[in-house]
């Protein structure tokens, strides 16, 4: 949202930080103005958040709570970029820093020590190549997790205990209101994270599954089974039309994207079976990305990778064999129909991201 913290359309009731906001002691607006509220910035949200449950109505409501953490204290300029000389790190609440103290965390199969581990993703090899050139690291010095180190993993992982902490806060306020059994919950974040799978770290966007995969969990009573897991793919645009339906609200033609709700009640049929992964590298922050724009579409068993820029660097990696997608496939022979399928199909998801084609 950048740095203006005013209210958007639509909103009846608002708080937000501007920018990437401060964990401690942040700046908010609130009631018209902005001023600086005491305590850690997780929490408030969700006193706020009860607060709002809290109040008498006789309607139902929409509350969207989409908190900083896990997010460093690194302070973001009107342009986008981000003062990095002026890094806070990772802030936990005060109750739980050092937690984590003596974790170690258990790294992946394809974590990748080195570029010659990369020799089949060009493209991705030659942006590591880059982020490790003497400029780049002297730019990036303060940021924390640039580099994968257990500190930067444990203050993330303290961060989060949080907004834990502040779900069971949600939770309880519903079941005081009467009301938890007739609320839908969606839990789910924006992006993954890589801890030096692939060689990368904060590349948060490129199109592997560390990054492409994000928790959804559903608690709705009488809908959703408990316990229950979908293995149907389900993306991102499929929440606005979800909520919506979950309102019983009209799901316009402009809007991309489909209702799960039937896969809540355990109908997957006419279900999708691929889906369109996009991005363009206009980010200032990550200056060895700048020529990593792609589209990718990925199957329940492939995922095809289209480097915009670099198309004869291209990627397709067999998930069923091959889940930590170690081994590119593109140059296999016995794979031409499979590229040729998954360019198709490419082909096909960009025209209907675009609205070109139905």
């Known amino acids: 949202m950048g740095n203006d913290p005013t209210p958007r359309p639509g909103f009846d009731y608002w708080v937000a930080i501007p920018g990437q906001g401060n964990s401690e002691n942040p700046e908010l607006y609130e009631d018209g103005r902005l ?3 005491d305590g850690y910035l997780t929490d408030i949200l969700t006193d706020r958040a009860v607060g709002f449950i809290e109040r008498d109505r006789d309607q139902p409501f929409c509350l969207y709570i989409g908190h900083k953490a896990m997010h460093p204290d690194i302070p973001q300029r009107d342009d986008g970029s981000a003062d990095l000389a002026a890094s806070l790190g990772y802030v936990p609440a005060p109750r739980h820093r050092g937690r984590y103290e003596q974790a170690v965390f ?15 993703r060009p493209a991705v090899q030659r942006a590591v190549e880059a982020r490790h050139s003497p400029e780049i690291q002297e730019m990036f010095k ?17 961060m989060l205990l949080a907004v834990d902490d502040g779900i069971g806060r949600i939770m309880d306020a519903l079941d005081q209101a009467g009301i938890s059994d007739d609320t839908a919950i969606l839990f789910t974040s924006d992006n993954g994270f890589w801890f030096g799978e692939h060689g990368l770290t ?10 492409i995969r994000m928790p959804l969990l559903i608690r709705y009573p009488g809908l959703a089974q408990a316990k229950s897991e979908i293995d149907e793919l389900v993306v991102s645009v499929d929440i606005a039309p979800t909520v919506l339906d979950l309102a019983q609200v009209p799901i316009g033609d402009h809007i991309q994207g489909r209702s799960f709700v039937p896969l809540l009640t355990g109908s997957t049929r006419d279900w999708r079976d691929s889906f ?18 792609y589209r990718a579409v990925r199957t329940e068993r492939y995922k095809y990778i289209h480097w915009m820029q670099h198309p004869e660097e291209n990627e397709l990696y067999d998930l069923a064999e091959d889940p930590y997608e170690k081994k590119n496939l ?29």
């Open 35 to 37: 001023h600086t509220v």
């Open 106 to 120: 258990p790294r992946r199969p394809n974590v990748v020590d080195g570029l010659a581990g990369l020799a089949d």
């Open 142 to 158: 303060g940021v924390p997790a640039y580099e994968v180190t257990e500190e930067a993993i444990r203050g993330r992982a303290e």
């Open 202 to 211: 904060i590349e948060r966007r490129l199109p592997y599954e560390e990054g």
């Open 276 to 293: 369109l992964i996009e991005f363009y590298t206009y980010e200032q922050p990550m200056p060895w990305l700048v020529d990593m724009d």
């Open 330 to 358: 593109i140059r296999e022979e016995n794979m031409a129909d499979i590229v040729a399928d998954m360019q198709q199909r490419l082909r096909d998801l960009a025209l209907q991201a675009t609205g070109l084609a139905q």
